[in-house]
């Protein structure tokens, strides 16, 4: 008869934990100077990671300053442009001379734009598949050999509950996420073997800037109220009628880069209010 400590008996959840405690101290967050990623940057600060972010908004620098000195912990702004790559790997490079290592990476920058197929415009369609997938190919290959090397890592892809599923008008939109998914789970295949974690988290609705646009433009395309736009169209799919919040979207990356989700790869989870469970 086996002992009860045999190997298996004795293996015990590692302790939920982030930052230094984990080995795991930098993440570099695209898109993360509003909205869903600034949420996530807060929630990665919170429990002590040096944070790279990166956006376009113009006061980008500023607002990683404040981060750093709120939360004492070091941080590094990179406004490159997702859609070239030069400038990707340059941040890349910049974040892992700046920290020493990039151990979480979080391809959150996405866009958006609404139009019905026939009248879709080439150049929105080109520009989503570029922010929204194909930047995140680039970022992942450029952290990747580090993260063999060190037999670690952490890649987070804010997908969408359109990664999931579709909506009429959002062709490039949906497209894209889906093939995030895809990415998402092709990197937890090849990272499987180095201790390299992919996920996708899948988001209903959550109120940032990229929202409040739809929220205007349907307004206006509908002739219907603002408050109409979000209970009789956005809230309607979400089965919970609030939206997401981006602190429960930072909790939910935290725990993937922690060790207790070291099980926990090529998963695409909604975070959804139930949208995705009809
Ligand atoms: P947002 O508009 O508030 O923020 C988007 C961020 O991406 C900004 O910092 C912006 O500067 C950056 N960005 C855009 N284009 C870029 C480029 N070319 N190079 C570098 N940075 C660029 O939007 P959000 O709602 O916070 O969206 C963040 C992510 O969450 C997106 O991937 C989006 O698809 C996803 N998401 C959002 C919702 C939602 O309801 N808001 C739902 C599901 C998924």
Redesign the pocket.
């Known amino acids: 008869m086996k002992k009860s400590s045999d190997k298996n008996s004795r293996q015990k959840p590692p302790a939920l934990r982030g930052g230094m405690g984990s080995g795991l101290s930098t993440v570099l967050i695209?898109?993360?100077?509003?909205?869903?990623?600034l949420g996530i940057a807060k929630e990665f600060a919170k429990a002590g990671y040096s944070i790279i972010f990166?956006?376009?908004?113009s006061n980008g620098e500023a607002i990683a300053k404040e981060i750093g000195k709120k939360y004492k912990v070091n941080t590094y702004f990179s406004p490159?442009?997702?859609?070239i790559p030069s400038e990707i790997s340059a941040m890349v490079d910049e974040g892992m001379s700046k920290f020493g290592s990039i151990d979480v990476l979080i391809n959150?920058?996405?866009?958006?734009y609404v139009s019905q197929i026939e009248d879709f415009p080439s150049e929105k369609w080109n520009d989503i598949i570029g922010?929204?997938l194909t930047a995140a190919f680039y970022t992942s290959k450029a952290v990747w050999k580090a993260m063999k090397e060190k037999k670690k890592g952490r890649i987070i892809n804010?997908a969408?509950?359109h990664g999931l599923a579709a909506s009429e008008y959002k062709a490039a939109y949906v497209a894209s996420k889906h093939g995030l998914v895809g990415l998402t789970k092709v990197l937890a295949l090849e990272g499987a073997p180095f201790g390299i974690t992919a996920n996708a988290i899948c988001?209903?609705?959550?109120k940032?800037?990229?929202?409040e646009k739809q929220i205007s433009e349907q307004s206006k395309a509908h002739n219907i109220s603002e408050k109409d736009v979000i209970n009789k169209i956005m809230l309607t799919k979400h089965p919970i009628k609030e939206f997401v919040c981006c602190e429960s979207i930072g909790a939910l990356a935290l725990f993937l880069a922690s060790d207790t989700a070291s099980m926990i790869t090529g998963t695409a989870m909604p975070i959804d209010g139930g949208w995705s469970a009809q």
């Open positions: 695209t898109g993360s100077t509003s909205g869903v990623g990166n956006g376009l908004e490159a442009n997702m859609l959150n920058a996405g866009i958006q922010v929204n804010i969408s509950v988001p209903g609705y959550v940032t800037p990229l929202v």
